[in-house]
């Protein structure tokens, strides 16, 4: 891989195909939980922080990006932040509250922002790049 790929400016990538992918993963870990039996509480925990992780970023990004916009691209940065930490510190509740229900519910939603976060970087790294 050429060190040049990561110098070459693209477009930044829709945000629909990467959230569908990182959404498929945690309906099907419904399926595994139950046949498993590990909590269902769990994954509904990891359901409900990934939907509303999911809302608030579409809010997000409906804030304006470019170089006129610092404080739209503040409040970006600022609220991605957020994000981390309303969904981080729900799971550590939980895990302190319930070992298994808090470790189940991390356990689905980093392999859902894991999936979300690679077809992302799929979508931008094999873009066409701008001149």
């Known amino acids: 891989m050429s060190a040049r790929v990561f110098e070459t400016p693209r477009p930044v990538p829709g945000r629909l195909v990467p959230a569908l992918a990182g959404t498929a993963v945690v309906v099907l870990a419904l399926p595994v939980f139950a046949a498993a039996g590990w909590p269902l509480r769990g994954w509904l925990l990891a359901a409900t922080l990934w939907a509303a992780g999911q ?21 970006r940065g ?18 302190v509250a319930d070992e298994s229900v808090g470790l189940a519910a991390a356990l689905v939603y980093a392999i859902a922002f ?3 976060l690679a077809v992302s970087l799929l979508e931008y790294f094999g873009a066409e790049a701008r001149a």
């Open 78 to 95: 600022i609220g991605t932040s957020f994000r981390a930490m309303a969904i981080g510190i729900p799971l550590v509740v939980a895990t």
């Open 55 to 75: 809302l608030f970023a579409l809010l997000l990004a409906r804030l304006p990006l470019g170089t006129g916009n610092l404080a739209a691209a503040g409040m």
């Open 114 to 116: 894991t999936v979300e």
